[in-house]
Structures are given as structure tokens and as C-alpha cells.
């Protein structure tokens, strides 16, 4: 029996004393023995903040993001022992392929997010803020890495995806972490993590690991760090009111198990493809992870009128999950984490049944395949039936943490809602309907309650990801029971590890600060075309003064005949009465591609291809006569990595495109997007 360790300090360390026993899900047997005594939490901080924060902060979130990419990459090579560990917490394959390859996708999603961010350790946020008359004084946002540590106090039921899901986020940000799973699976998050400091593909101190308890860390935080917490509202409410929190303003973001719903639509008819896919989809949310999960359905809200036929359909699909060793041919469902688990279920739907009934399922007589039923903890799925959910509230407010549902009737679209929200704040509701009237209806209603709505029918279901499966780059979260916090979604959860500070100056000084080019700033007049300049060589400012361009009637004649756009403004100068247009007026992608003849260099060169384009906005009617030139500037430089040994080195520049006419007057302006070459090629 092995002693699991924690890593803290930059090295693996048993905790002192016997420890904590931990067990197999499935056959009872003593795996490990697990104890933080001895850690000494004030100095992981210290570390934290100081090693492992002071490596990241200095990375650009491009790097980061390659660092998250290889660290995805690394530990799919090494998944299949996860998987084997995994069977020991009572997980199916399907239910180790949520956990570890989920998790290990968040990985990814948070590295391709570096498309977003600068090639800056820290990130530009909005626009710039003209604050002043002649335009020398304006504003601008940055969001720098706070100069904390994150503290993941994570749940018993996903032990690789609970790590995996939250360190992307803060690692994409620049800040460094402390884990501390729940013991009593933590000896897979502690497999994984050792793959990874193994890996050293983290800069040193980025990442620790807690597997006995954390009791007191939280009376070492500072007004830096960042707390989540994952599991029961009952202890995510008392860590969140824990005195040092509020005395250093401690963001703390709580994601609580709630009582999450799925409703029929009153369109659905028996038989019909959406009734078809609310089962399927009931079924597997009451037995995937055996129920132990956060966005688990536990309240199906029914027609009235499709009540019996919803309770047989779901009943003879209950019926047919054969449960036991996750290991044995042709289990669907396996145990639950953990004795104590099985306990508390068992004594939640006791409570239930107080003031409903059971229609599928018996706590004492079901069949276990491979394994013994007294030994490990299994349990069927139970099914209750609330036929007046306005007066029997019980399950609004009772959640049996486990492969337990109960189906429930209403009549109009509005009940359905009115029950959605009686669960007082979930992280997920989903509605199955084929009407999308039906569909906002609800969702409207409904989404003050929920942190995220699910509507499935025939034509999303074949890529419909689920109701139970939050995606890396939407938020995860909930309001009220479910802990009103919010993590992931891409962007939005980055910003959580950030601080936001807002910046006044000179155009030209927010350009040095931001790396980014601010309309207004100091240019530098190149008299070597850009474009005959590598990626290395070109530097934020640089601008080319282009030569003029008279427009003429021709060209406006000319593009239409070639675009095929007659618009009336352009082409029948009758039509302009009531308009805000003196004239026939240049098409507006006329001017842009008029500059872009301008501006472009025509030999080959540094420059491989142009990108894209980012923003585009006409500011001013050009008229036959008016005379436009272009002040092409660069404005921002991103690197790209190689993605083969073969592949060309090479970055994306951003250029703001200023077209301007006679009057010195911006009459167009946009970015666009070119990729160039670099000189070194090594």
C-alpha cells in the first residue's frame, strides 16, 4: 500500500503520520494512504508567487499557449495508465474518456485561444479612448497576470478534468497554481500530475499538488491570489465567507452541485424524434459517472399528457444499464466514488421518498456483474415520479448526489419554466423541442436562473456535445444554489486571472506601452517599403506614406461593372433625395481596394499573403474629384510557431490601413492582415 505524495517546493514529499485510507471503488480493497501534514502552505504560496509566477509573467501568451499545447500532447501519449487507474474510482471507459480526455482537451481549447491574445505577456483590452478635443490625450484597458496563486480546491468525481479544466485557464493567464483534489480519489490526480512535472514542460513552481487535506490555506492568501472551490454549496459557502478572503478581497468563484433540469417541449409527440432523443438523452445523464456529477439532470419536467408514456420509455431504458466492475464485458455503469458516497445517496432519496414515489429502481435489490455489491459501491438508478411539484418541493431542494431523477408533469410553457427555476440556480437546463418559439419562449424565461441552456432536437443531435458536457470556451458556472460563480469560456475565464487596469496618456506613449499602434501616435516614415522588410526588422509605427489617387466616374462606372454592385447611390444620382449623399458616391470597397493598390509592393518578397481582414469602417462619402492617399502603418506584430520541422518561420502583422482625402479627413479606415516571412529561417 504506497503512500501518496505531494508536490511542493519542487519536489515530491509523503505527508507525515499514516494518513488518510483511500479505496477501490469497486472491489473495497485499501489502495493508498494519503496525508498533507508537514506541508508548510505559507511558503507553497511563497513559492508559487514568487518561482513559479515570476517565469510565467514574463511569458507571452503565445508562449503559453505552445506550453499548454505540448503539455495536451504529452499526456494523450501517456492517457492509457490513466485509464487504468480511473476503473479504481468506479469510472466506465465512457466515463474516464469524460474526465481525462476532456480534460486534457481543455488543454488544447485554452492553447489554440492564443489567436486571440497578443504576443505580449499581458493583454490589450477594447479600443482606445479618445479623452481629449485634438485627440493628444486618450485611454486605453490592459490586463496584466496578477502576482498570486490560484487555489483549486477541486471535487471527488472528475479528478483529472476538476485539475486539467482550471490550471489551463490560469497557466494561459500567467499565473501559477496550488491543486488540491479531493483525497479520496485523489491518487489519479496525482498519477497525472506527475506526468507532468515529469514532463518539465511547466516552468518550475507553476504547479503544486495537495493530495491530503488543505485544511488552512486560506489563512495564507493575499489580495492577489484567486480561490475556486468545486463541490457541496454547504462547504463552498463556508470557505467563501472565511475572514482572510474578505479582509484581502480574495476573488473566490464557487461552482456548487445543483438541482439541473431537463423539460419536454409541449410540441414533442410520442414517438417522434425529439421524444426519442429527451430518453436517450435522460438516460444517460442519470448513469453516466453513476450520476456523480455537477451538471447531472436531476428534475424532468414532463407534458402532463406524455407523463406515463415518459415514465415506461425511461424505466425500460433504465432497465437495460447493466451495472458493476467497469472492467467486466458489457458494463454501463459502474460504482460510485466511494462508500461514504453510496451513504449519503442512499439517505437523500430516503428523504425523497418521504414525498414522492419511486416508479424505477429498488436501493436494496438490484444485479452487479463482476464484482460484489456489499464490497464496492454500487447503486441502481432510481426514478421517482412528484405528480404535484408545486406543493411537493422536496425535489427543488434535495439533491441526491448519485444516478437519481425525478420526472415531473406541467402544463404550459411558462409552469416549465417556473419549475426550471424553483431549483433557485443551476449550471445547466436543457429543453428538447422541435419548435423554436417553444424553445425562446423558455430560454428567455429561464436563463436568469441557469448558467448555461441546452436546447436539443433532430437537427443539432448528431453534434450536440450533451446536456452534462460544459465546453472549454463557454462559461461553466451557475447562479445562485450552483455557487453564482463562473469559470472557463475561453476569454471570459482568462480575464479571472488577470487585473484590469486602465491607462491614460499620449497616443504615442500607449503605443510604446501596448506594443500596439494607437491612432494619434508618432509614426516612423519609412523609405523602404514595409513589405520589403522581414518580420524582425519591421517595428510597431512604421508607416508608408502612399502616393494619390483622383477618383473619377470611370471607377465608380468601372467597379460596378466588375462587382456587380449597383447600388442606387453609386450609380442613379435621382435616387438621392431624402439621402445624406450630394452626389453619386465610390463604392466603399472601391476606395479600400483602390488603397490597396497603393499601398502593396507588387514583387515578391518578405511578405507571403495577405491575412485577413479585421475591421473596416467608411467614415466619409468619396465623390468623383476627391483625391485619397494611404497612411499604411504598422500596428501589431504576432509570432507563429513552425507546426513541422519544414514549415516556413514566419509572423502575422496587423496594419492599420488610413485612407485620407484632400482634406487630410479620414475617409476610410481598416486592418488588415498579412503574413511575413522571417530572415531567420533556423
Known amino acids: 500500500m504506497r503512500h501518496l505524495e505531494n508536490y511542493a517546493l519542487g519536489k515530491w514529499t509523503k505527508g507525515e503520520g499514516e494518513g488518510q485510507p483511500l479505496f477501490n471503488a469497486v472491489t473495497g480493497a485499501t489502495l493508498f494512504t494519503a496525508s498533507s501534514k508537514g506541508l508548510n502552505f505559507s511558503d507553497m504560496m511563497d513559492y508559487a508567487r514568487k518561482t513559479g509566477g515570476g517565469t510565467l509573467r514574463k511569458m507571452t501568451f503565445q508562449e503559453r499557449g505552445r506550453m499548454l499545447k505540448a503539455l495536451a500532447m504529452h499526456l494523450m501519449e501517456k492517457k492509457d495508465s490513466f485509464y487504468q487507474l480511473s476503473y479504481a474510482t468506479g469510472a466506465t471507459k465512457v466515463d474516464s474518456w469524460i474526465d481525462i480526455e476532456g480534460g486534457i482537451g481543455n488543454l488544447f481549447a485554452y492553447a489554440s485561444l492564443r489567436r486571440q491574445f497578443p504576443d505580449l505577456p499581458y493583454y490589450v483590452d477594447g479600443d482606445m479612448a479618445k479623452l481629449s478635443k485634438l485627440g493628444s490625450f486618450v485611454g486605453h484597458h490592459i490586463c496584466v497576470p496578477k502576482q498570486g496563486v490560484a487555489i483549486h480546491i477541486n471535487a471527488f468525481n472528475f479528478p483529472v478534468w476538476g485539475m486539467l479544466e482550471k490550471i489551463a485557464v490560469n497557466l494561459f493567464a500567467g499565473v501559477p497554481a496550488i491543486v488540491k483534489p479531493a483525497t479520496v480519489t485523489s491518487y489519479l490526480t496525482e498519477m497525472v500530475a506527475k506526468e507532468i512535472i515529469a514532463s518539465k514542460i511547466l516552468p518550475e513552481g507553476s504547479l503544486q499538488l495537495i493530495c491530503g487535506s488543505a485544511n488552512g490555506i486560506l489563512d495564507h492568501v493575499q489580495t492577489q491570489d484567486v480561490v475556486t472551490f468545486t463541490g457541496s454549496a454547504h462547504t463552498g ?32 409527440k410520442l414517438g417522434s424524434a425529439e421524444f426519442d432523443l429527451f430518453i436517450k438523452e435522460a438516460s444517460k445523464e442519470i448513469t453516466i459517472k453513476a450520476g456523480q456529477k455537477c451538471t447531472a439532470v436531476r428534475r424532468l419536467i414532463v407534458p402532463e399528457n406524455l407523463i406515463e408514456a415518459v415514465q415506461q420509455s425511461l424505466s425500460k431504458r433504465l432497465a437495460s444499464t447493466t451495472i458493476g ?23 437523500k432519496v430516503n428523504e425523497l421518498a418521504q414525498t414522492q414515489k419511486i416508479i424505477f429502481g429498488n436501493l436494496d435489490q438490484f444485479n452487479v456483474i463482476g464484482a460484489d455489491a456489499t464490497k464496492g459501491a454500487f447503486m ?13 418541493t422536496s425535489c427543488h431542494h434535495i439533491e441526491a448526489f448519485g444516478p437519481v431523477s425525478t420526472v415531473m408533469p406541467y402544463k404550459t410553457t411558462q409552469q416549465a419554466i417556473d419549475l426550471s427555476r424553483m431549483g433557485l440556480g443551476s449550471l445547466v437546463c436543457s429543453i428538447v423541442t422541435a419548435d423554436d418559439d417553444i424553445a425562446t419562449e423558455f430560454v428567455v ?38 455557487g453564482g460563480g463562473e469559470e472557463m469560456g475561453g476569454k471570459r475565464g482568462v480575464m479571472h486571472y488577470l487585473q484590469r487596469t486602465a491607462i491614460q496618456g499620449s497616443p504615442t506613449t500607449l503605443t510604446k506601452i501596448t506594443n500596439q499602434y494607437q491612432y494619434g501616435g508618432k509614426q516612423k516614415i519609412l523609405e523602404v517599403h ?41 450609380m442613379d444620382e435621382n435616387s438621392l433625395e431624402g439621402t445624406i449623399f450630394t452626389g453619386r458616391v465610390a463604392h466603399g470597397y472601391f476606395v479600400l481596394s483602390r488603397a490597396a493598390g497603393l499601398f502593396v509592393d507588387p514583387p515578391k518578397g518578405p511578405v507571403l499573403l495577405n491575412y485577413g481582414l479585421d475591421e473596416c469602417r467608411f467614415i466619409k462619402p468619396v465623390y468623383p474629384g476627391a483625391i485619397i492617399g494611404v497612411k499604411f502603418t504598422c500596428k501589431e506584430k504576432i509570432d507563429q510557431e513552425k507546426k513541422t520541422p519544414e514549415d516556413i518561420s514566419k509572423g502575422i502583422v496587423k496594419w492599420l490601413v488610413d485612407v485620407y482625402d484632400e482634406t487630410g479627413e479620414s475617409v476610410a479606415v481598416a486592418t488588415i492582415l498579412t503574413m511575413v516571412k522571417k530572415k531567420n529561417q533556423k
Do not use: W
Not at 474578505?246 to 417541449?265: C, K, R, T, Y
Not at 502616393?547 to 470611370?554: A, D, F, L, R, S
Open 380 to 392: 441502481p438508478p432510481i426514478l421517482f415520479l412528484n405528480d404535484r411539484p408545486f406543493e411537493n
Open 445 to 482: 424565461g429561464a436563463a436568469t436562473m441557469h448558467g448555461r441552456i441546452l436546447v436539443l432536437n433532430s437537427e443539432c443531435a448528431k453534434e450536440s456535445t450533451g446536456h452534462g458536457s460544459p465546453m472549454p470556451l463557454l462559461v461553466h458556472g451557475g447562479p445562485g444554489r450552483a
Open 530 to 570: 514595409p513589405f520589403r522588410k522581414y518580420f524582425e526588422e519591421l517595428e510597431v509605427g512604421d508607416t508608408l506614406i502612399t502616393e494619390k489617387h483622383t477618383v473619377t466616374m470611370k471607377d465608380i462606372e468601372d467597379f460596378a461593372d466588375l462587382s456587380g454592385d449597383r447600388f442606387y447611390a453609386h
Open 325 to 347: 466492475d467497469p472492467q467486466a464485458e458489457g458494463v454501463r455503469m459502474g460504482s460510485l466514488a466511494g462508500l461514504t458516497q453510496r451513504m449519503e445517496v442512499r439517505e
Open 237 to 268: 459557502k463556508m470557505l467563501k465567507s472565511h475572514p482572510r478572503l474578505i479582509q484581502e478581497s480574495v476573488p473566490f468563484n464557487l461552482e456548487a452541485d445543483s438541482l439541473n433540469a431537463m423539460v419536454l417541449g409541449l410540441d414533442v
